[in-house]
């Protein structure tokens, strides 16, 4: 079946930088849209970027714009996030999924806190 298995979180200062990693095994990574979304605490979970399968064009939601890449690298079937100049309100559990509209898989989530 589809693992995926996000590393990568932890606690960083405001203006600091994160690389969020997810490994993704049982699939056709190649094949996917992958993304990353990201639920706060008492928040529902949103988008925060995918990336296609072709030509590797990146999508984000505006309010990480210019701060995170995605990226990927097939031969490790593995999607980066590159989460810089962070924000407080950028803490958040961070998942990987599947897909960029309606995944159907996603990793267990690892916490990203962001201290003032």
């Known amino acids: 079946q589809v693992q995926l298995v996000e590393s990568g979180g932890g606690l960083v200062q405001a203006g600091g930088s994160l690389r969020l990693s997810c490994v993704a095994s049982?699939?056709?990574?190649?094949?996917?849209?992958m993304g990353w979304f990201r639920q706060a605490p008492g928040k529902e979970r949103e988008f925060v970027a995918a990336i296609s399968w072709i030509r590797d064009t990146a999508y984000y939601a505006d309010s990480v714009k210019g701060r995170f890449t995605i990226s990927r690298d097939n031969a490790k079937s593995t999607v980066y996030l590159q989460m810089t100049s962070l924000k407080p309100e950028d803490t958040a559990v961070y998942y990987c999924?599947?897909?960029?509209?309606?995944?159907?898989?996603w990793g267990q989530g690892t916490q990203v806190t962001v201290s003032s």
């Open positions: 049982g699939m056709p990574f190649s094949k996917y849209y």
């Open positions: 999924a599947d897909g960029m509209s309606s995944p159907r898989n």
